[in-house]
């Protein structure tokens, strides 16, 4: 009984630590921030400066979709790499499974290369 008291102990005193270290944060910038209700308070804040022109400006959406592809295939490299690693096993080359690993990186690279190949006929890598 007494075992199972101190391993309920200890993740009471896990999970206060985590409360405390979400909680902190929080506690801390209420009482450190400022209270000023000045003339400025409601008024836009860009980096120091006074605001020039509207808000409202149209942006290319050329720009946002590059990014977004180069964010997908730089997290579909980062998947291929364990299967790099793990490529040049022995005991996978022994086994009929490296010809179906081959296959199927083979299949999932293509379909990244039809993704390059579409965004490339949308104009995305067409900057304007």
């Given at each position: 009984m007494d075992?199972?008291?101190?391993?309920?102990?200890?993740?009471?005193?896990?999970?206060?630590?985590?409360?405390?270290?979400?909680?902190a944060p929080l506690i801390i910038n209420f009482l450190i921030s400022?209270?000023?209700?000045?003339?400025?308070?409601?008024?836009?804040?860009?980096?120091g400066m006074l605001p020039v022109g509207s808000a409202w400006v149209k942006f290319g959406i050329a720009y946002y979709l590059f990014a977004l592809i180069f964010v997908a295939f730089d997290v579909d490299v980062v998947f291929?790499?364990?299967?790099?690693?793990?490529?040049d096993d022995p005991q996978l080359?022994?086994?009929?499974?490296?010809?179906r690993d081959f296959t199927?990186?083979?299949?999932?690279v293509g379909i990244l290369s039809l993704?390059?190949?579409?965004?490339?006929?949308k104009g995305v890598f067409r900057w304007q």
């Open positions: 075992s199972m008291l101190s391993q309920y102990g200890t993740v009471l005193c896990l999970l206060l630590v985590g409360v405390l270290f979400g909680a400022p209270r000023s209700s000045g003339r400025y308070r409601d008024q836009i804040y860009e980096s291929l790499f364990p299967v790099a690693l793990i490529y080359a022994a086994s009929a499974g490296k010809w199927e990186i083979g299949i999932f993704a390059i190949v579409y965004a490339y006929r």
